[in-house]
């Protein structure tokens, strides 16, 4: 079956640690973007590829950090210089870069600091 | 500025009835493109419908259909014969031409009642 994978579903992180959330698609997508969304909000984007090694910084980059090395998947890491991590990530993917292709959604993982 | 609104922070409708979601735009570039997302409980954002700024005639997609007005830059989502399962976050998103990323609004909840 084609989509998107995201795992962790959930993810315990302590304070001053690196966690990297992992996102692989099947759909033969050029772009893929991480979102985080908190309770009650709609999404805010982190970071964005179009194309094997490279990636744009999105509304709310600081904090995080992301490679792409294989088309196929777009790692996020979520550094200890996010002051507010806890929240739901959403990871996704489209045929090319432009916004007015359909974006495909992972199941999301939720992350919460302790 | 390109921007979403949706002024529904939460709507009930009684199973079997229709339900129209609100959701306005703003933007000056010609060429875009509206989503409606669909967000569960379970987290994942699954893509519904969606209508370009050129096309002629309102999009539909099975019990979901796209009020589109583009006078007012509006974009309503119209659900006929609610189901139970259609309980969940609806999110409105905009995207345009280029590599300019998706914006969102901020959801509607939208609550079936038996």
Known sequence: DGGITQSPK???RKE????TLSCEQNLNHDAMYWYRQDPGQGLRLIYYSQIVNDF?????AEGYSVSREKKESFPL????????PTAFYLCASSTSGYSTDTQYFGPGTRLTVL | AQKITQTQPG??????????????????DPSYGLFWYKQPSSGEMIFLIYQGSYDQQNATEGRYSLNFQKARKSANLVISASQLGDSAMYFCAMGFSGNTPLVFGKGTRLSVIA
């Open chain 1, 10 to 12: 959930y993810l315990f």
């Open chain 1, 16 to 19: 001053g640690q690196n966690v």
């Open chain 1, 56 to 60: 744009q910084k999105g509304d709310i």
């Open chain 1, 77 to 84: 890491t979520v550094t200890s210089a996010q002051k507010n």
């Open chain 2, 11 to 28: 709507m009930f409708v009684q199973e079997k009835e229709a339900v129209t979601l609100d959701c306005t735009y703003d933007t000056s």
